[in-house]
């Protein structure tokens, strides 16, 4: 890459940036190489509990598939517990898991929600994720305050009305 770019990768700067860039870049997708069981290690509690949990603002970093430049920002879960809760910290790991991969926005949005109903096949869940890609920004059209929202809602929130408009007032 650098020799396509024109540089000198003898240059004392860059001697090393092939292996920085392959470091750097295992570590932005390293969620290839965990599962959802790992992740959540068991961390499911029996609890009677039947409200809406929510976790907001979680940042998250990703990288768009199609430049492999990074998009960003937060994603907000939610989910209504069936006798099930899951460790609040398992949260914002599985969204990493999912987010430190190649992705689209979308998918990603709706890997973590199913991931969710999976572990925790709860009354419903839902996704929201609001970020802005790089690839948009220093790049291409070159819209630097454009933020583009996903959403995946699940069971009740897909059903009643009323859940996903608490859901989206709470975030
Ligand atoms: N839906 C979706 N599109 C994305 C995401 N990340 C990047 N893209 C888009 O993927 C598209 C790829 O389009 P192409 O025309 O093949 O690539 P390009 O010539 O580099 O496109 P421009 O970005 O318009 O310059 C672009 O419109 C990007 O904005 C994402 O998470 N979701
Ligand atoms: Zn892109």
Known sequence: MLE???EDPTREGILKTPQRAAKAL???TQGYHQNVEEVVNDAIFNEEYDEMVIVKDIE?????????LPFFGKCHVGY???KKIIGLSKIPRIVDMFARRLQVQ???TKQIAEALQEVLTPAGVAVVI???HLCMMVRGVQKQHSQTMT???LGEFRDKNSTR???MRCI
Request: glycine share 4%.
């Open 106 to 108: 979308e998918r990603l």
């Open 151 to 153: 959403n995946v809602m």
């Open 165 to 167: 408009t608490e859901f």
């Open 4 to 6: 396509t770019l024109g």
């Open 60 to 68: 998250c970093y990703s990288l768009c598939e199609h430049h492999l």
């Open 130 to 132: 609001e970020a802005q």
């Open 80 to 82: 209504i517990p069936r």
């Open 26 to 28: 295992q570590f932005l």
